[in-house]
């Protein structure tokens, strides 16, 4: 029994060290804050799968809340039209590191800035604990042109994190999206 018990904490324990990923060291929100563009994702979800062509650049913009939480504005080109969402990012204890209540998975997840050098990019790690197929690592450019050791760095780190090659994609711009003059 004491096997039993020890064995499961020990991959609770394994588990947890693997999701657990530090923030960017002495993360500066007032830096980070400002117009992004997603030009990288690492996504595996089977429900995700079909729709890996159909993903665009998006752009994004991360307003500062007085409280230290974060609004970020995203826009995406659908096949249908270009959209614009809301997101409320919560702020924890740790700098770098958020919360945010997803409407689509209807849970709970973490959002942690793992590098950016907040001039040019930022790798950014969603997960839901325990449960791999919400988790996703997000390369963001502030401009939808990023270099290619960017794009290396942002691969090595994905596949750091189990992700297969193929879940790893860099999709082409959007057009129009948001259209001249938003953002």
């Not at 959002?111 to 969603?126: G, Q, R, S």
């Not at 919400?134 to 942002?154: D, E, H, I, M, N």
Request: charged share 20%; net charge positive.
């Amino acid at each position: 029994m004491k096997t039993t018990m020890l064995s499961v904490a020990m991959v609770m324990m394994c588990m947890t060290m693997a999701h657990s990923v530090k923030p960017q060291k002495d993360f500066n929100l007032e830096k980070f804050a400002g117009k992004w563009y997603r030009v990288g994702l690492a996504y595996d979800s089977p429900g995700f799968i079909p729709l890996r062509d159909k993903v665009k650049i998006s752009m994004g913009v991360i307003t500062i809340l007085p409280s230290g939480s974060v609004n970020l504005t995203m826009w995406e080109a659908l096949s249908v039209a270009c959209i614009r969402k809301f997101y409320q990012y919560n702020k924890t204890s740790v700098p770098g590191q958020f919360i945010y209540f997803s409407t689509r998975h209807n849970m709970v997840k973490d959002v942690t800035v793992v590098d950016t050098n907040y001039t040019e990019y930022a790798v950014v790690l969603k997960y839901k604990n325990f449960d791999r197929e919400y988790t996703q690592v997000a390369l963001y450019g502030r401009s939808p042109r990023t270099k290619v050791q960017v794009l290396q760095k942002f691969k090595a780190f994905a596949l750091s994190r189990g992700f297969p090659r193929a879940s790893i994609l860099t999709p082409p711009p959007a057009d129009n999206c948001p259209a001249s003059g938003s953002g």
